[in-house]
């Protein structure tokens, strides 16, 4: 059994917030504010690999698109 995701359309708006909330934050403010994220976010997933994994899967995909 699959762990559920998120349908498309929810990823895309939840993208649509993160990239308007981005763009409102002075540049110096990104970093930690994507850190805080990124743990309220874990906080809520009660499966540190899984958290490790998405963290893995992040750092891949920067790799790749550094490219």
Do not use: G, K, N
């Not at 805080?36 to 963290?55: F, G, K, N, Y």
């Amino acid at each position: 059994m699959t762990a559920p995701t998120l349908p498309f359309a929810d990823l895309e708006r939840v993208y649509e917030r993160l990239a308007e909330t981005l763009d409102a934050l002075p540049e110096a403010q990104e970093t930690p504010f994507l850190a805080q994220l990124a743990l309220a976010l874990a906080h809520r997933i009660p499966d540190s690999s899984e958290v490790e994994a998405a963290i893995m899967e992040a750092r891949r995909a920067s790799e790749e698109a550094d490219r």
